[in-house]
């Protein structure tokens, strides 16, 4: 594709080269036979291609001072520098190009006052090549003593220009301005001089259009984009390629010092960032807009993917919507693997978030609504291997899709803190150090409407599902896939404090503390009739269990499990009944055996029994408050003693 898109942009030249014109400077001088300027007079005079060659005497060096401006060049010319060096320290420009199909090759400029004025090389046209120039550097591409030197180094206005195999760095200014469509920008080295040295003082490159590439799938396309003082690349516009490109290391991809503000700057729509390894930066690509693809980057990692070279974000989401985070490794950052700041309909799928080697703070943090994070392996960070995250201010997330993800080995599994209505479903959650998953109000009241369905949460230091000040939470639902919820290092669930919350159709078993825990302070006694006391879900009272026996029905043998509840008068619940393997005191939950609904009376109370198959096992009982219909669920008890 690149070099399709090289031959288009070069097509003119070959059209124009047999009736070119040769020019050879021999003089370093400002003015006369033999000079630059002589040159590039003699080509603006003639419609054809010039060639323009240097021949300059060893006794004078191959530096030329021009004492005033050089024309702009107007028409088609080819000027191979051959390492020849512009000072602009009384111009404005090094060269200045404005026509179309022309190149210019090997040249370096510089200003040795040091005075941060010129522009090195301006370009104004398409269909133009730059390849192999310096600007701000001397002509092997190294840092001059003076630091920065030119204001600009190269400015291309125009469509299908190339900019290839340069060092552009050493400008107080942005490295390399490009305006325009369907330009390539490949094998630099953008702000990092050879051995080292300062940078760009703005962007390392700009690009402002549709249709650009920066770097590409070959190694040689691949551009170094580093040590500048603002991002590393700055793309504004749609359709624009970021491909393949160390941003913020050297060309070993072992280490780099970085860039001050983002690796990757992409501002606009359906721009594809891929395959490179952006670290060291403030996030290492940075997005704002519609329809982008971030996709197989390294971000926080040296270019083995092994090593830390961590950026601030590995990527940073701050508005927009329906952009696409694919397939990347996010690991080894300051803060979030991946954050989304702000937008809507965002996707994170299959990514690798961290490890234990190369943690981040957050694999994932979510701070807007509508987003979903998918098939994301999240492990080893620091705080949360998936987090969605409101504030004191604004409103609060909602309705995002936590699904299909393994978030394992972190402080936390998935945390959700100050968000409402947001779905964590069919994830694997085990080994964390704290919870597995922590609903949790920080500033403000409540953490509210979140549900858990289908989730694997075991193993975790603390409780398996541990909700705090939330209220309306859903810890499963009826007809929904289980959750398992066994070998956590507390309860399978504690509510301490909320309202409301319901704990329903989960499979919990083999944790050290109890099942389901009200007010964490373990096994909570019924206060009887009316169930007048208060705490977390309201201290719901559970159901004893009054009777387990074998009976005879239409010719099968059957179990009839009896039981009682005494609770708020005239309410509504669904009762749960599991077998469990063992049951040491309260018991567990580990797989449902079947729900009966039922009224209390006006006392509060309800008796009955329940029939089903024959199990040898003990049994336990949960009672949740529901509508009439059993539709709308409230909250849930904690589990019965076993019978």
Not at 53 to 76: K, Y
Not at 284 to 292: L, S
Not at 490 to 505: A, F, S, Y
Request: glycine share 16%; with cysteine.
């Amino acid at each position: 594709m690149i070099s399709k898109m090289l031959a288009a942009a070069l097509i003119g030249l070959g059209a124009t080269a047999g009736a070119a014109q040769a020019q050879t400077v021999t003089s370093t001088a400002n003015a006369g036979a033999g000079t630059l300027r002589a040159a590039i007079n003699s080509a603006n005079a003639n419609a054809n291609l010039s060639v323009i060659d240097f021949n300059l005497p060893a006794a004078g060096g191959n530096t030329i001072t021009p004492a005033f401006n050089l024309p702009v060049i107007t028409q088609p010319v080819e000027l191979h520098g051959g390492g020849v060096v512009i000072d602009t320290v009384n111009t404005a420009w090094g060269v200045a190009l404005n026509t179309n199909n022309s190149s210019i090759e090997g040249l370096t400029v510089q200003d040795s006052s040091g005075v941060s004025a010129a522009v090195g090389i301006q370009v104004a046209g398409s269909g133009n090549s730059l390849a192999g120039i310096q600007t701000g550097t001397d002509a092997a591409g190294v840092a001059l003593p003076i630091g920065l030197n030119l204001a600009t180094g190269v400015v291309v206005n125009g469509n299908q220009n190339v900019v290839k195999a340069g060092v552009i760095a050493e400008s107080n200014g942005e490295g390399l301005a490009i305006t325009g469509n369907l330009n390539i920008v490949v094998g630099n080295r953008i702000g990092l001089p050879f051995g080292g040295g300062l940078g760009n003082s703005a962007n390392g490159v700009t690009v402002t259009g549709n249709d650009n590439l920066i770097g590409g799938t070959n190694t040689s396309d691949r551009n170094v984009i580093s040590e500048n003082n603002a991002h590393g690349a700055q793309v504004n516009g749609n359709h624009n390629r970021v491909e393949g490109n160390y941003v913020g290391l050297d060309e070993t991809g072992a280490t780099g010092p970085g860039n001050v503000d983002d690796g990757i700057h992409v501002v606009g729509n359906e721009n594809l960032v891929r395959g490179n390894v952006s670290s060291n930066n403030d996030a290492g690509v940075f997005v704002d807009g519609t329809g982008n693809a971030i996709t197989d980057n390294a971000l926080g990692t040296d270019a083995t993917r092994v090593v830390e070279q961590g950026n601030r974000d590995g990527v940073l989401i701050a508005g927009g919507f329906a952009n696409l985070v694919e397939g990347n490794l996010s690991a080894g950052n300051s803060e979030s693997g991946v954050q989304i700041e702000a937008g809507q309909n965002h996707r994170v799928e299959a990514n690798d978030l961290g490890t234990a080697a190369l943690p981040n703070d957050d694999g994932v943090l979510v701070q807007d609504s509508f987003n979903v994070v998918s098939g994301n392996i999240a492990s080893g960070n620091r705080n949360a291997g998936i987090k969605i995250e409101g504030g004191a201010a604004g409103p609060p997330p909602v309705n995002n899709v936590i699904e299909d993800n393994d978030s394992s080995g972190n402080e936390l599994g998935v945390f959700i803190e100050d968000a409402h209505l947001n779905a964590v479903t069919g994830n694997t959650v085990t080994g964390n150090l704290h919870e597995g998953v922590l609903i949790e109000a920080l500033f403000r009241p409540n953490a509210d409407g979140n549900w858990l369905t289908g989730n694997t949460i075991e193993d975790n230091g603390l409780s398996g599902v541990r909700i705090e000040d939330g209220d309306d939470n859903s810890v499963g639902l009826p007809d929904r896939d289980v959750n398992v919820i066994s070998g956590n290092g507390e309860d399978g669930v504690t509510v301490d404090p909320g309202e409301g919350n319901t704990i329903v159709n989960n499979s919990i078993y083999a944790n050290d503390d109890l099942g389901i825990d009200l007010d964490n302070d373990g096994t909570t006694t019924n206060d009887g009739l009316l169930d007048s006391d208060t705490g977390a879900n309201g201290l719901q009272n559970h159901p004893t269990i009054s009777s387990h026996v074998p009976i005879f029905v239409g010719g099968a043998f059957m179990n009839s499990i009896g039981w009682t509840l005494r609770s708020a008068a005239s309410t509504d619940y669904r009762l749960e009944f599991y077998i469990n393997d063992t049951c040491l005191g309260r018991g567990e939950a580990k797989e449902l055996l079947g729900t009966e609904q039922v009224t209390t009376d006006g006392n509060g109370l309800a008796q009955g029994s329940i029939t089903v198959d024959p199990v040898d096992t003990k049994v336990t009982v949960t009672a949740t408050e529901t509508d009439p219909n059993g539709v709308v669920l409230g909250p849930t008890s904690e589990l019965s003693g076993c019978g």
